[in-house]
C-alpha cells in the first residue's frame, strides 16, 4: 500500500501544480480522513483552504478532526459562521473538547457560540473535569438501552440512533442513568430469539471507571480487557460517558512518550518534534541538564577532598570514567526496567523486598563478571600492551573491587528510588537516569578512594 | 471497581482456604476471563487445576488463552486427550499460534495432534511467517461477504457464522479471495434498505497490509487510522487473516518494552521482570555492560596520555565528572528524543537536515546558558565559598567553553546516530544512551584537554 500511496501523493501534486483543483477534490474523496488531513497540511494554507471547502462536508469535518492546530485555527479563521457551524455540527463532542482545548480564547469564543445549544453544554462539562481524568477523554455520545426492551425493539433503536454514535459496537444497559449491563452488539446480533428481553442477554459484570479515574490507568485497562469501550461512570455512580479503544491507543502513545522524556531527563513535550521550536526543545531540556550540572558540585568535591591522593597517583585518574560510566549504566538499567514494569502494573510496591533481592542478585552475577574482565583487561591491555608501568596489581585490585562494589549500588539504588517515588504518587520516571547517574557517579568516587586509600596509600 | 476487585479477591481467597471449590467456581464464573486467568495463576497448581475443571468449557478456554505459559502448561499436562480437545476447539487460530510457540516440543507434539485437521492446518500455515511479520500475529477467522449478496443476506450470514470469527465489526467483501472492498459493521447497519447489494455500499478504498509486512509498522498503522483491524493479504494479493486492534496494542506494548530496553542498554527480554530469575535478568543485562566497560578503555587513554598535564593542574580533575555526565545527558536527549519520534513515524531519514539544524540550535541555547551559569557556579562556589584558590579565572574559561563544545557535539552525535542506524535497517534504539555517552565521554575528554594545554599549559 506504501507504493500505491507514493503514486496518489505525486498524482496530487501534479493535479495542485496546475490548479485543478475539482480533480483533485475527487482524489481526495477516494482517501482515508487521516490522509486527506495530511494533505491538506503539506499545501500552501490558501490551497487548504480551498480544498476543503470542496470536500463533502462528512469527509472535510473527519479530516477537520485529524489535523493539527495550527492548520485547524487556519481553517476556521477563514470560515463564515455558517461553514463553522456545519463543521461543528459534524464533530463528536470529545473531539469538539480537543479543539477547543487547544485554540486561542477568541477562536473558543467563537466555537462556542456557533455550536449548538446541547453541544455547547457538552464542551462545557466536559472541559471541567482535571486534566488526565477519564472526564477529560470520554465522549457522551454511546447508545444506551433499556432493559426491558426486546432484541428487536433494541436493533431498531440502535439502526435509528447509529450515525450520531461514536461507537455501536458496545451498547450499555441503563435505567435511570444507572448502568446495569452492558450488552456487545455481537451478542445481540447472535441473540437466538427477537423477542427475548434485553436484561436477560446483557452481560451484568460490567468494569467501569470514574470520571475523576486517571486516564492512564484507564487505558491501561482498556488494553489489558481488550475491551473496545469503557464506561464512565460519575461521583453518583450514573452513567455519563465511554472512553473508547482508539482514544486509549492514543492516551498509552502519549504517557509512554513522556515517560521515556522523563527517563532521559526532559521535561514531557506538548508538540511534535519536527513541529516545535529550538525554543520549546531548548526549554525542555534545560532545566535538568542545569540541575544535574549544579549538583555534579559534589562529585567535584569528593575529587578535590582526594586530590592529594590523586596527585600521588595519577594513574588513578585514567579509570573515573570507566568506573563512573558503568556504575551509571547499571543503575540506569535497574532503573529503567523498574520503571517501566511499574507503568505496566507488573511491579507494585509491595514486591519491594522481591525486586531488591532480584537485583542484589544480578548485581552480584554482573559484578563479578564485570570485575573479572576487567583485570584481565588492566593486565594485558593497558600495563602489557599500552606499557603504563604505573598500573600495579595493586591498582587494579582496587579498580576491581570498586567496580563490583558499585555496580551493587547502582543497581539497589536504581531499583529503589523509582519504586519509592511511585509510593510517594510521584511519577516514578522522574527518577530518570540521569538523576540516578548523579547519585551513583558520587558513591562511585567515595567507594573507589576509599578502597584506593585503604590498599594504595597507607 | 478497585475496590470490589479486592472484596472478590477476599472472598476467594476464605472459599480457598476452606476448600470450597464448587463456591468459588460459582464466584469465579461472575468475573472477567483476564481476572479468572489471575486468580488461577496465584493459587497452587492442584488447585488451579482443580478449579479451571469446573468452569464452564468457553469460560475456560478464554482464561486459559490470557494465563502465562508455566501455567498453561502444567494445565495441558495434566489435561486428558479429551479435555485438551475441548479447549483447542474453543481458542481462536492465532491464540493457539502463541501457545504453540510458547509451548515445549513435547507439548506441541501432543496439542497439534488433538486440534482438529482444519485448525492443525491453520497453525502450521500461520507458524511458517517470520518472526514479527503481519502473518505470525494474524488471524483467519473474519467475516467475509460477497459483493452480490443483499443487506438481508448478509447479516443472515454473519449472524450463522459470528460466533467463530474473532470480530464480526468490520467485514471484507471477496470475490475468489480478491479483497474488494471493506464493510463496517455500523454501515450495514444503516443501510437504508434491505435488498441493497453489499458492492453499492461498501467502502472501496481499502488499506492492507502484507502477510511479511513488520508488525511494529501495522499497529501503528492500526493506531493512526483507528481502525478496528487491517486486512492482511498474501503475495499473490489474496485475502488471509485480518489483524485486530487488541493484537495491535499488545505489539505496541511489547515493541515500546523493547525499544525503552535497547535505550538502556539492555537486550530485550522475553519474561515479565518479577518471572524472570536473576540470571535471566544478567543474560540481558551483562553483554552491553561489558562492551561498555571494556571501550572506556579509550577514556582511560586518553587520560593516560594528558597524564602529566593531569598533574600539573589537578584541579582540572574534578571537573572531569560534571563534563562527562552533562555531555551524557545532553546526547540521550537528543537521542531518546530522535529514537522516539522514529518509531512513531513522525520523524524519517530525509529529515536529517532540519533534525541537525534544530538540534545545534537546541545546542547552542542549552550550551551558552549552561556555560555560563557553570561560570557562575564555579566562581562563587567552588573558588569563593570552599576557597580553592587552584580555581583560577582560567581554569573555569576552560571547563566552560569545554562544556559548550561538548553539549553540541554530544546533541549532534545524539541525532545523528539513530537516524543513520534506522537508515542502515537497525533498530535506532541500539544507539542507545550509553553508547552515545561513552562516545561523547571520549569526545569531552578530548576537547577539555585540548582547550587546557591552550590556554592552561603553554
Redesign the interface.
Known amino acids: 500500500?506504501a507504493e500505491l500511496n507514493a503514486t496518489i501523493e505525486t498524482t496530487l501534486k501534479t493535479l495542485l501544480k496546475t490548479k485543478k483543483y475539482p480533480a483533485a477534490k475527487d482524489v481526495l474523496v477516494?482517501?482515508?480522513s487521516?490522509d486527506v488531513a495530511a494533505v491538506l497540511e503539506n499545501v500552501d494554507e490558501d490551497v487548504a483552504v480551498l480544498l476543503f471547502r470542496l470536500l463533502p462536508k462528512e469527509l472535510a469535518a473527519e479530516s477537520f478532526v485529524e489535523m493539527n492546530p495550527d492548520l485547524q485555527e487556519t481553517l476556521i479563521r477563514g470560515f463564515s459562521d455558517r461553514e463553522l457551524r456545519e463543521v461543528l455540527s459534524e464533530l463528536y463532542v470529545d473531539d469538539a473538547v480537543d479543539l477547543v482545548e487547544e485554540m486561542p480564547a477568541n477562536v473558543v469564543k467563537r466555537i462556542l457560540a456557533q455550536a449548538d445549544p446541547g453541544m455547547r453544554k457538552d464542551i462545557n462539562a466536559l472541559l471541567r473535569y482535571p486534566e488526565n481524568s477519564a472526564g477529560s477523554i470520554m465522549t457522551t455520545e454511546y447508545v444506551s438501552l433499556r432493559p426491558e426492551m426486546t432484541v428487536d425493539e433494541a436493533i431498531a433503536r440502535?439502526?435509528k440512533t447509529?450515525?450520531d454514535k461514536e461507537t455501536?459496537?458496545t451498547c450499555y444497559v441503563t435505567e435511570n442513568r444507572r448502568l446495569l449491563g452492558v450488552l456487545p452488539?455481537?451478542n445481540l446480533?447472535?441473540a437466538k430469539d427477537d423477542s427475548l428481553r434485553i436484561s436477560d442477554i446483557m452481560d451484568r459484570?460490567v468494569?467501569?471507571?470514574h470520571t475523576n479515574d486517571d486516564r492512564e490507568e484507564i487505558a491501561q485497562l482498556l488494553?489489558?480487557?481488550?475491551y473496545?469501550a469503557l464506561p464512565v461512570l460519575d461521583g453518583g455512580d450514573r452513567m455519563v460517558g465511554i472512553i473508547t479503544?482508539?482514544d486509549?491507543?492514543?492516551v498509552?502513545?502519549e504517557e509512554?512518550?513522556e515517560d521515556?522524556?522523563r527517563?532521559?531527563?526532559?521535561l514531557p513535550s506538548e508538540k511534535?518534534?519536527?513541529r516545535a521550536s529550538?525554543?520549546d526543545?531548548?526549554r525542555q531540556?534545560?532545566p535538568?541538564?542545569?540541575l544535574?550540572?549544579?549538583s555534579?558540585?559534589f562529585?567535584?568535591?569528593i575529587?578535590?577532598r582526594f586530590?592529594n591522593a590523586?596527585?600521588a597517583q595519577?594513574?588513578l585518574?585514567?579509570?573515573?570514567?570507566?568506573l563512573?560510566?558503568?556504575g551509571?549504566?547499571?543503575g540506569?538499567?535497574a532503573s529503567?526496567?523498574?520503571i517501566?514494569?511499574l507503568s505496566?502494573g507488573?511491579?507494585e510496591f509491595k514486591?519491594l523486598a522481591?525486586?531488591i533481592w532480584?537485583e542484589i542478585?544480578?548485581a552480584v552475577?554482573?559484578g563479578v563478571?564485570?570485575a573479572a574482565?576487567?583485570f584481565a583487561?588492566i593486565m594485558l591491555?593497558?600495563r602489557m600492551l599500552?606499557g603504563?608501568a604505573d598500573v600495579t596489581v595493586t591498582v587494579a585490585l582496587v579498580v576491581c573491587v570498586a567496580?563490583a562494589v558499585t555496580?551493587l549500588v547502582a543497581k539497589v539504588i536504581g531499583c529503589i528510588f523509582p519504586m519509592v517515588a511511585s509510593r510517594l504518587g510521584f511519577d516514578p520516571a522522574v527518577m530518570s537516569?540521569?538523576f540516578i547517574?548523579?547519585v551513583v557517579?558520587a558513591l562511585s568516587?567515595l567507594v573507589y578512594f576509599g578502597f584506593a586509600r585503604m590498599l594504595l596509600l597507607s
Do not use: H
Not at 488494553?223 to 481488550?226: A, G, I, L, P, R
Not at 585518574?317 to 570507566?322: L, Q, R
Open positions: 500500500m477516494t482517501l482515508n487521516v440502535i439502526r447509529a450515525v455501536i459496537y452488539l455481537k446480533f447472535l459484570n468494569v467501569a471507571v488494553s489489558k480487557y481488550d473496545l479503544f482508539d486509549a491507543m492514543d498509552i502513545e509512554t512518550t521515556i522524556e527517563m532521559a531527563a526532559m511534535e518534534y519536527l529550538a525554543f526543545v531548548f531540556r534545560i535538568w541538564l542545569m544535574l550540572m549544579v555534579a558540585t562529585t567535584g568535591m575529587i578535590t586530590e590523586l596527585a595519577v594513574v585518574t585514567a579509570f573515573i570514567p570507566m563512573m560510566d558503568t551509571g549504566n547499571s540506569s538499567q529503567v526496567t523498574i517501566r514494569a505496566l507488573e511491579v514486591n522481591a525486586v532480584k542478585r544480578t552475577l554482573c563478571c564485570l574482565v576487567c583487561k591491555i593497558d599500552l603504563n567496580l555496580v537516569s540521569p547517574t548523579t557517579d568516587l
